[in-house]
Nanobody, 121 residues
Framework: QVQLVESGGGLVQAGGSLRLSCAAS????????MGWFRQAPGAEREFVTT????????DYADSVKGRFTISRDNTKNTVYLQMNSLKPEDTAVYYC??????????????WGQGTQVTVSS
């Protein structure tokens, strides 16, 4: 089993920045890709970004391209999400995800508990 713990959420004004972290523990040798999803109130959970094991393959949802940056530090089993130029519509619970596959867009094996991000206008 793999456990994912997110941190770094909070309240920020529009145009501001936040950095989320997701620390993995347990059988992390079985993991390959990690990424982030988000779920706004009353909405379905949606894909945000994914990064493969080496960091050489990254993909973003169109809504966050140019504003969000995903990265990972495999020595710390941690993935980061740098969020800049935040907008009120970015308000959501952000979930970390991990998979034994090449991308979390296709398959998810593990979820974190989520961290709230609130962007005020």
């Amino acid at each position: 089993q793999v456990q994912l713990v997110e941190s770094g959420g909070g309240l920020v004004q529009a145009g501001g920045s936040l950095r989320l972290s997701c620390a993995a523990s347990g059988r992390t040798s079985s993991m390959y890709a990690m990424g982030w999803f988000r779920q706004a109130p009353g909405a379905e959970r949606e894909f945000v970004t994914t990064i493969n094991w080496s960091g050489g393959s990254i993909d973003y949802a169109d809504s966050v391209k140019g504003r969000f940056t995903i990265s990972r530090d495999n020595t710390k089993n941690t993935v980061y999400l740098q969020m800049n130029s935040l907008k009120p519509e970015d308000t959501a619970v952000y979930y970390c995800a991990a998979t034994r596959g090449p991308t979390v867009r296709r398959r998810i094996d593990y979820w974190g508990q989520g961290t709230q991000v609130t962007v005020s206008s």
